[in-house]
């Protein structure tokens, strides 16, 4: 049962247009979002995170939004950049994050110059 | 943000042998957990490990296969023991960081052949 959906495996988007990257979730116990970016070889990296009390919640060019009602978060990425492209996970955890995470399956994203 | 530092790097191995993965990290922290992400899925939780207690195995994982130890509040390895292709995957250690979400080790690769 995959309990964190991402259902775009890949998305191509023009440099300096905006990235927007999708996430559903099935657990309503699910309270704490957060994204991670991966490049090859390495460890996932944090980006930006966000809990149920809020709906919006932006870093720089790293916009994620929530809609609890639907259990979607999309992250806003704007203007993409080519150091963009990589692979998105979008995490889930209950409990204000004091419990495990729960993974989507990633999104492949590549910035065409 | 802690830096956590992950070895080997990648590694391919013969069935039925067994590799020991080791994560250091530069502080002390309380929990360190231990994920695999197999070819074109997410990352999965094998279990949780806290410094001078039994790990907290995940549904699937079991501790004759997955064998953790965690010596002090820095470091821990995992072995994967009596390894079979299926076993062929990216494995990862990560610590929790507060407002930085969760920090990844870069990931050791093993292929089993």
């Known amino acids: 049962d995959q309990q964190v959906k991402q259902n775009s495996p890949s998305l191509s988007v023009q440099e300096g247009r905006i990235s927007i990257l999708n996430c559903d979730y099935t657990n309503s116990m699910f309270d704490y979002f957060l994204w991670y970016k991966k490049y090859p070889a390495e460890g996932p990296t944090f980006l930006i995170s966000i809990s149920s009390i809020k709906d919006k919640n932006e870093d720089g060019r790293f916009t994620v939004f929530l809609n609890k009602s639907a259990k979607h978060l999309s992250l806003h990425i704007v203007p993409s950049q080519p150091g963009d492209s990589a692979v998105y996970f979008c995490?889930?955890?209950?409990?204000?994050?004091?419990?495990?995470?729960?993974f989507g399956t990633g999104t492949r994203l590549t910035i065409i110059p | 943000s802690a830096v956590i530092s992950q070895k080997p790097s990648r590694d391919i191995c013969q069935r039925g042998t067994s590799l020991t993965i080791q994560c250091q990290v530069d502080s002390q922290v309380t929990m360190m957990f231990w994920y695999r992400q197999q070819p074109g899925q997410s990352l999965t939780l094998i279990a949780t490990a806290n410094q001078g207690s039994e790990a907290t195995y995940e549904s699937g994982f079991v501790i004759d296969k997955f064998p953790i130890s965690r010596p002090n509040l820095t470091f821990s390895t995992l072995t994967v023991s009596n390894m079979s292709p299926e076993d062929s995957s990216i494995y990862l250690c990560?610590?929790?960081?507060?407002?930085?979400?969760?920090?990844f080790g870069s990931g050791t690769r093993l292929t089993v052949v």
């Open positions: 990560s610590v929790e960081q507060g407002g930085y979400g969760y920090t």
């Open positions: 995490a889930a955890s209950a409990n204000f994050g004091n419990e495990k995470l729960t």
